[in-house]
DNA sequence: CACCTAAATGTTGCCGACAACATAAGGGGC
DNA sequence: GCCCCTTATGTTGTCGGCAACATTTAGGTG
């Protein structure tokens, strides 16, 4: 009825069994009939170093030394293997590779709540360094209708001859999980540089928090509420650590800390669910969504933003620069943050040495969601 | 200084050179010693169909018949290799099985501005079919910032043996790369259903936007304004049609159509870019991010909202039911088109049947920044 | 009980790449 | 000119799984 919602084009004349359409042991060739192969561009399956040394007049060890760099090769030689592989448009079978070699360009990559902006930032950059050094990521997203479990994905991925696992998402169910499991690669958890890991203040501890709280008690802000993440996320815990910190230290006064779950809808719910004054005129939200359903809820309430009450966001999602009143937020990087995990990954398959020391800066950015204490 | 971002756990004595710090034709074993390997669990590598015969006695051919289900096997040696494959957490290697059967259960995945709500949600739907089949994603994200061309990117995937590849975008650039290129696998390019792909109007064209139209025509809305997304994306031509259709289909007028890019950014600059007055009560744009800055731009030059004008989106991201005022708009199922492509891609590698018809829904989602005319 | 067939299991070879070993040309030294 | 030794290149075997073929064992039948 509906028209067919994707348009495909299937290319080549690869797959659905070639020429003999009748019985099938799939593309089994007849003896010695492999040598028939594609000889010309564009036929058939792709060319193996085998095809490229028959073409070449050589042999495929021949072939192999000159993709590896190899220069022990006579020109004369080297430059016929060099035609060849061009002319055939060889391309390295990287299964086989790592099949041989034990180790494979594939990363694989647990991500959750992957609709979100900061979660699949940080994909945008761990795709972006993965790429840069040669690989790819096997993604599997944990879809939070259905918790299927992480250990269900990360036996799928287990079949896959990872040179690495990574985790992009930090929540106590992932660590969890990848407690709980041995891999025989290596794993790197992809999370915000916080306190209890480290196991010294981060700089959201030293410096974001502490900066945007400034500003706030700058601006005459006295009572402050502070709406969390979700208790499960390391990075959740790390923005509440920090902020009452940050609120303690400039000596001034936490009402509550409610929860929320990231979304703007607990942003909204929380506010909402404050029994009679609010009681702070600073709202101090963990994300940027959070802030802008707690701006709709202090809305409802009868009280203006930032007239009566101030409110600050994380994470200066690019939306929030448009929000009506823009929100005041701090700014993470997020595209870094996936870039940094790959490298710390990449290090410890390569090399061994764990050197990825990122520097981190979260940047306060002031709009017109906060001012004047009223 | 900053403390490392990431929280690194290194599992299993695997990698980093086994036993022979010295020379290492890396884990080349010496003749027979094969047989030493992993015995007990949790030792070194994952145990393979020959380990797991030797444990049961029996040759490997019998344990790979026993995994593909192989009825003809005496209940007694079932049960051993079943007791083998278990005391050993025998896991397939897909790359061995793959290299050998030509067909791998991996899919290519290209996207582009995966920050974005929409394509991430359809990464998101795409994953998760992906999974329910054993298959996993190879994701490739295009950064904007960085347009190496996606030509470089099928470069990369080409080598991963795939099942498929999938384009996640429907842009001209990705389609242009996608045509030029010629790969032994099938392809699908996951759009919304479109007046063009499809040969007859979509959903979108037959309900979607008429429904939008009727809803602010009923509110004594007359003249509207359009903005766009852009033009390189298939879905944004859609709905511009989409819109331009409706509108003249109600005899009502449509001011103009201005250029977008889908940020907020682009509906704010393309409001306040509007020379003199206005000239609309009704702003209909292209997706919930561009409807976001149109809103904030209309404030800016002393309009409310819906006071004076109505704005209205296409999305219905998770935000937008907290944006000031809550946003009137088309909903859209992302999740969906993402698992439809995957169905596509999964029918073209099993079957050849491209039986997935899907039926597309946009759902009307009234709130408050729709209003009377003025 | 020999004999034949079907069922159950074992053996060999291949996918594509690479590594170790093996061999065929070239260039001195005497 | 003989021998050795360095190049340049070819041959064999391996990774883990599967398919084709080979072989053994069990189950009937005359």
Redesign the pocket.
């Known amino acids: 009825m509906s028209p067919d919602p994707v348009a495909d084009e299937s290319a080549g004349s690869a797959s659905a069994s070639g020429e003999s359409p009748a019985s099938g ?2 593309r ?2 007849v ?1 010695s009939s ?1 040598l028939k ?1 594609a000889s010309a561009l564009g036929s058939g ?9 028959r073409a070449a ?9 000159y ?2 760099g ?5 020109p ?3 430059a016929r293997v060099k035609d060849a592989l061009r002319a055939l448009d ?8 790592s ?4 180790r494979s360009r594939r990363i694989g990559a647990l991500i959750q709540e992957i609709d979100q902006y900061g979660p699949s930032k940080v994909l945008q950059g761990a795709t972006a360094a993965a790429r840069e050094a040669g690989y790819v990521l096997d993604v599997v997203a944990q879809d939070v209708s259905r918790r299927t479990s992480i250990m269900a994905a990360l036996d799928l991925l287990s ?1 896959h001859d990872l040179a690495g696992i990574l985790a992009l998402s930090s929540t106590d169910e992932m660590t969890r999980a990848f407690e709980s499991s041995r891999f025989g690669v290596p794993v790197v958890i992809c999370t915000e540089p916080d306190d209890v890991t480290s196991g010294h203040p981060s700089e959201l501890t030293t410096r974001g928090f502490p900066g945007l709280v400034r500003h706030l008690a700058d601006l005459g802000h006295r009572r402050f509420l502070h709406i969390a993440g979700p208790t499960a996320w390391s990075s959740a815990r790390n923005r509440a650590r920090a902020y009452e910190a940050a609120v303690a230290r400039h000596g001034l006064r936490s009402v509550a800390t409610l929860p929320g779950d990231w979304t703007a809808r607990s942003g909204f719910d929380a506010v909402m669910g404050v029994p009679g004054e609010l009681g702070a005129t600073a709202v101090v939200a963990a994300n940027d969504q959070m802030a802008l359903g707690a701006m709709l809820a202090l809305t409802r309430r009868g009280l203006s933003v930032p007239g009566d009450v101030s409110v600050t966001g994380v994470d200066d999602i690019p939306d929030a620069a448009f929000f009506s009143p823009p929100l005041t937020t701090l700014r993470a990087d997020f595209a870094a943050q996936g870039r940094a995990a790959v490298a710390a990954l990449l290090a410890q398959i390569d090399g061994g040495e764990s050197e990825v020391d990122r520097t981190w800066h979260s940047e306060l950015v002031v709009r017109e969601s906060t001012g004047e204490a009223p």
């Open positions: 042991p799939r089994r060739r003896a492999t192969r399956r792709p060319a193996t170093i085998y095809d490229v040394a007049g050589v042999s495929h060890q021949t072939v192999t030394r993709l590896n190899f220069e022990g090769i006579r004369e030689t080297r060889y391309r390295p079978n990287l299964n086989a590779r099949l041989n070699s034990g079949e």
